[in-house]
């Protein structure tokens, strides 16, 4: 299962966002609003948990990330850089030489300027394939004002096709109120997503379906006063059934896996 490492790299720049906001009472018009030159350092825990038939496994992987903003354009768009400065995967520390860099750019509703595609699934990476789908999935805004309760929705394009699944991810969003953390005044945001998952890879001599589902839940509080998200809570559960099918010149060889796998992520601001 390691690996993860290098996907957790975007993990921060993806849902670990900044968020500005307007007070009107009861109602809430948010936008990304942050100060050029904003440093934030976050801690994130990811554990995961793998079950195949009945052989298991788990990853625990920690990670130290560095963000700062480095600018901010005339059009209101935040260009922020995310660098990894530790990294331990099952309590191995991975060489720096391994850690990744990145750059990012959003819109002041947090939609990324340049959309990051993804590759579709091949069968020896299909695990990762729906890790990085699913890391896809950033928190943003609607363009009106919203009141606790209101829901919002984005729309992610996959691009499969039939009869392969999933095409799109649809991705909500609600404002579920305010709460307390650390002492400090937040406010909280749910954000969910589920998907069938059909896939298909048939050549000449063999034959290889996936059919299951995904779903992703999670919780984002933001510190309204400081502007930034303080800390965020994310489950994601993947469970399909992989069928083989393949000539060995005598016969049609079938075989089935069961695999289910849970991720469970949580981060931190530790700084400011």
């Known amino acids: ?6 996907w957790s790299v975007t993990v921060p720049l993806a849902l670990l966002v900044l968020v500005g906001w307007v007070y009107s009472p009861e109602r809430w018009l948010f936008r990304f609003s942050v100060r050029e030159g904003t440093a934030m350092t976050w801690h994130i825990l990811m554990t995961t948990r793998k079950i195949v038939n009945t052989r298991s496994q788990t990853e625990t992987v920690e990670l130290w990330v560095q963000e700062r903003v480095e600018q901010v354009r005339n059009n209101g ?26 750059v990012a750019e959003l819109t002041p509703l947090g939609y990324p300027v340049r959309t990051v595609s ?15 789908l699913f890391g896809s999935v950033t928190l943003v805004f609607p363009a009106s004002e919203v009141s606790v309760g209101d829901r919002w929705h984005h ?8 009869p392969n699944e999933p095409r799109r991810l649809l991705v909500t969003y609600r404002l579920e109120g305010k709460e307390k953390l650390e002492e400090r005044a937040c406010l909280r945001i749910g954000v969910s997503a589920q998907t069938p998952l059909r896939l298909l890879w048939r050549s000449k001599d063999a034959s290889t379906t996936v059919n299951g ?10 510190d309204p006063q400081l502007g930034t998200v303080r800390q965020r809570r994310v489950t994601l559960d993947i469970s399909y059934a992989l ?3 393949h000539w060995d010149g005598l016969k049609f060889v079938q075989r089935t896996q069961f695999v289910n796998q849970t991720m469970e992520i949580s981060a931190r601001l530790s700084a400011p």
């Not at 299962?1 to 290098?6: A, D």
């Not at 768009?77 to 530790?86: K, Q």
């Not at 589902?213 to 933001?222: D, R, S, Y």
């Open 155 to 162: 729309n992610i394009a996959v691009g499969l096709k039939p």
């Open 77 to 102: 768009n935040l260009v922020w850089a995310s660098r990894v400065v530790r990294c331990v995967i099952n309590g191995e520390v991975v060489p720096p030489s391994e850690l990744e860099e990145t």
């Open 118 to 132: 993804i590759p579709p699934p091949t069968l020896n990476r299909l695990d990762e394939w729906l890790l990085d």
């Open 213 to 222: 589902g995904a779903k992703l839940e999670g919780i984002f509080w933001f």
């Open 243 to 245: 069928e083989t099918e």
């Open 1 to 6: 299962m390691r690996g993860h490492c290098k």
